[in-house]
Structure formats: structure tokens, C-alpha cells
């Protein structure tokens, strides 16, 4: 896992990569993906991740947590052969997620986790496209999330 901070707007409190890493980490494990994946972990500020929305999926406004993936996968599928599996980029917005925490009643840790995770499922292939896609998505978020026993 590589953790990249490119934003200035908020401190980056001491810990918080290495949360967010071991998030990504436990939901590629429950995906049956090893040690052998590579994922880079951004940190941006609101301006970068709303260039970025426009940018890539044609939507003009900020938002929380966009995932790049490497390849195309099947939700679930079996990792793919190789010394190391270059899964693709999680971009987080440290300011959103400092906003969403405030506004939930939670941790940032917390926050970010959610967004890691969220980003990982992602870079796996699952989507929330639909009320099935989403109720899968979220129990996976949720199962990882507690494995973590990060609180809220």
C-alpha cells in the first residue's frame, strides 16, 4: 500500500494512513486477495477530487472517495496471476470525510475507513448501481468495518 497526501486543508492526524491501509488490507482479504496486490491510497483536498469527478466521470461537483481501477474485474472474481497485482488508486477527500465524520457522530477514523473500504470494493469490481448492487456493497462495507473494531 502506498500513502500519498497531496492536500494541505486538513493536518493529516498521525495514524490515519495506516488505518486507512489496513482497511484496504482486510477488505482485499476477505476478497481473497492477498499480499500480492499493490494499491495507492491519495489523500486530496475538495478542488483536486472535484477535478478529478469532472474530469473521469463527467460530474462537476466534489464528492467524497473515487476509485481508478487497474483492470476490469467481476465482483468476487479470483485474483489474477502475477508476482503483484497493481489493483488501481483510491482517492479520498480529507476535508469531505472530516465534514461526513461531523455530520455522522463519528470518528475520522472511522470516516475514512468507511471510504477506503468503499474505494477497495470499488477497485474489486462492485458497484452500488442498484438496490441489489447497493445491499451488497454496504454489508460488505460493514463486515470489514466491524472485523476492524474501529467504533464509530
Do not use: W
Request: aromatic letters at 4%; hydrophobic letters at 40%; one cysteine or more.
Amino acid at each position: 500500500m502506498v500513502v500519498h497526501n497531496l492536500q494541505e486543508a486538513v493536518p493529516l492526524p498521525e495514524g490515519l494512513a495506516e488505518t486507512a491501509s489496513r482497511a484496504v488490507a482486510r477488505a482485499l482479504e476477505l476478497e481473497g486477495y492477498g499480499g500480492a496486490t499493490e494499491v495507492s491510497l491519495v489523500f486530496v483536498d475538495d478542488e483536486r477530487i472535484r477535478e478529478l469527478n469532472r474530469d473521469y466521470r463527467g460530474v462537476d461537483r466534489a464528492t467524497d472517495v473515487l476509485a481508478f481501477p487497474m483492470h476490469e474485474e467481476e465482483p468476487g472474481s479470483a485474483p489474477g496471476e502475477g508476482p503483484v497485482l497493481l489493483l488501481g488508486d483510491i482517492v479520498i477527500s480529507l476535508p469531505t470525510a472530516v465534514r461526513q465524520a461531523e455530520a455522522c457522530g463519528h470518528g475520522l477514523p472511522y470516516e475514512v475507513a468507511h471510504l477506503a473500504v468503499h474505494g477497495a470494493l470499488h477497485l474489486l469490481g462492485y458497484d452500488h448501481d442498484s438496490p441489489g448492487n447497493e445491499q451488497t456493497m454496504r454489508a460488505k462495507e460493514e463486515d470489514v468495518l466491524t472485523k476492524l473494531n474501529l467504533g464509530r
